[in-house]
């Protein structure tokens, strides 16, 4: 079955994001997700609790956390929080970082590839020790914690979900053994302004990042999801991208055309790659509601 989340986050007031979070719920989204991008956007653990109150069944997580600047024992707790106070839908989700300026912002210089890679490691390690009741001890160049413990609140799960999210290399191979989703964004190196990337989305490179991850459920994190009878005219603003209208239509990372011709998208997906998750962002709640509950066909043998 196909599996569609949606990524938002609250800019137009508290009764908005809550009509949201219920519209996403009904529509039959798996997961209501926010990013986690200090200064430029909502803390995601206060609007996800507040989600938390006016629905029951939708999983709630942060798309991603960045751990270069989070705390694992902070990064714990509010994940543990969101757990207990939405009856056990928290889903823990973890990236290196990219922008500087978000290292900048708390008095630190962005680390080197190299680094973040470690760092990233490292604290979804002790977070997910610490979700799991063990005391903690880590000293690595990038993490140092003393007996840390997560008493008290205790998560509802007995397992919270780990979702990667990120393109790195040594990252997909590590999140392949290790996490429960990984999460394909289709970006390469970011950019000089710290915030855009080069774009990893031919079908070669993507059967490159497949292979590292293999394993758990795979998601990807679609860049245009578009409804439209004319796909080609809606795909010209993505014309440095390198690649043609025919070939970006070839990838996970858009979804873009008729409501048959994108669930056709998804089946040619899910025999090559077995790529069988999307993340959506709010834009497209309401023109991907059909495809959300339409059931999915059967694979092909």
């Known amino acids: 079955m196909t599996t569609f989340s949606l990524q938002a986050t609250p800019r137009d007031g508290a009764e908005a994001w809550l009509a949201l979070a219920r519209r996403a719920e009904e529509a039959g989204y798996d997961t209501l997700l926010t990013a986690d991008h200090p200064g430029v956007c909502a803390d995601p653990y206060p609007v996800l609790a507040a989600a938390a109150a006016v629905t029951t069944r ?3 997580g942060v798309y991603v956390s960045n751990a270069g600047i989070r705390d694992p024992m902070l990064l714990a707790t509010a994940v543990a929080t969101l757990d207990m106070l939405s009856a056990g839908r928290a889903r823990f989700g973890i990236g290196a970082g990219h922008t500087p300026a978000e290292w900048s912002a708390i008095g630190r210089s962005r680390p080197g590839v190299a680094g973040r890679v470690q760092r990233c490691i490292d604290v979804a390690t002790a977070v997910q020790r610490l979700l799991a009741g063990e005391e903690v001890t880590v000293s690595t160049p990038s993490l140092s914690m003393t007996g840390a413990r997560l008493e008290h609140p205790r998560p509802v799960q007995d397992h919270i979900p780990l979702t990667f999210g990120g393109g790195n290399t040594e ?45 758990p459920p795979l998601e990807a994190l679609v860049q245009a999801a578009i409804v439209t009878d004319d796909a080609e005219a809606a795909l010209t603003s993505f014309g440095d991208s390198g690649l043609s209208a025919a070939e970006l239509l070839e990838t996970p990372f858009v979804l873009v055309g008729t409501l048959d011709e994108i669930a056709a998208s998804i089946a040619r997906h899910r025999r090559r790659w077995g790529i069988d998750r999307y993340v959506i962002r709010a834009p497209a709640l309401d023109s991907f509601a059909p495809l959300v509950a339409r059931p999915a066909p059967p694979t092909p043998a």
Request: proline share 2%.
């Open 58 to 60: 939708i999983r709630l």
């Open 171 to 215: 990252l997909l191979r590590w999140a392949g053994a290790h996490a429960d989703i990984v999460g394909l964004s289709g970006l390469g190196k970011t950019l000089p302004d710290g915030h855009r990337h080069t774009a990893r989305w031919s079908v070669d490179e993507i059967d490159a990042q497949v292979a590292l991850a293999s394993g």
